[in-house]
């Protein structure tokens, strides 16, 4: 069975810092695995995603996640953190039987 | 109108009471998806439909009730709900899903807000 660990339920950091959001992730086949941002009163959009092939994933808005099959990890990351990067995150992976697993998502906080 | 709109944005209902969510997507996808979204908890795949037969159904209890009369539109008809039931109810609609498995983007609308009291 897939899960989807998102470590820190809350990530302050400051304007212009790294951004890291962790997701580790357990499957027993390949995995598809997916990163989604939520704006406050919007639904989610996806930021990124990997499948197949190149394990350093580009995603919008500057973010990007590097796939580490060792670690079962796919770590979110931008270099210099915006204002408006302020929102929830949600990682999920993806294994078959329809269903999409979803971690309970990391709400950024971007401090001035 | 574009993307997956969702109506109505806001809802209070009393346990007895009877209504019901609509959701349409612009995009021309074959899926489409309800999904449950409560505080610290993750999201929960409530229905999924595929060329409008339904394909997954997540355990959920019947008084929700889903429809697709076709690829554009989904219901989610909603009777003798409980507190525990409040939460932002999410569509989200996507191309084919291919041997059950999600690598399509999914495209979501901006939710309902229930509440039920």
């Known amino acids: 069975a897939q899960s989807v660990t998102q470590l820190g339920s809350h990530v302050s950091v400051s304007e212009g810092a790294l951004v890291l959001l962790r997701c580790n992730y357990s499957s027993s086949v390949p995995p598809y695995l997916f990163w989604y941002v939520q704006y406050p009163n919007q639904g989610l959009q996806l930021l990124l995603k990997?499948?197949?092939?190149a394990t350093l994933v580009k995603g919008i808005n500057g973010f990007e996640a590097e796939f580490k099959k060792s670690e079962t990890s796919f770590h979110l990351t931008k270099p210099s953190a915006h204002m408006s990067d302020a929102a929830e995150y949600f990682c999920a992976v993806s294994g078959g039987n329809y269903q999409l697993i979803w971690g309970a998502g990391t709400k950024l906080i971007i401090k001035p | 109108e574009t993307g997956v709109t969702q109506t109505p944005r806001h809802l209070v209902m009393g346990m007895t009471n009877k209504k019901s969510l609509k959701c349409e997507q612009h995009?021309?996808?074959?899926?489409m998806y309800w999904y449950k979204q409560s505080a610290k908890k993750p999201l929960e795949l409530m229905f999924v439909y595929s060329l409008e037969e339904r394909v997954e159904n997540n355990s959920v209890p019947s008084r929700f009730s889903p429809e697709c009369p076709n690829s554009s539109h989904l219901f989610l008809h909603l009777h003798t709900l409980q507190p525990e039931d409040s939460a932002l109810y999410l569509c989200?609609?996507?191309?084919?899903?291919?041997?059950?498995?999600?690598?399509?983007?999914?495209?979501f609308g901006p939710g309902t807000r229930l509440t039920v009291l």
């Open positions: 989200a609609s996507s191309q084919d899903i291919v041997s059950g498995v999600f690598y399509n983007e999914q495209f």
């Open positions: 990997y499948t197949t092939g």
């Open positions: 995009l021309g996808h074959n899926a």
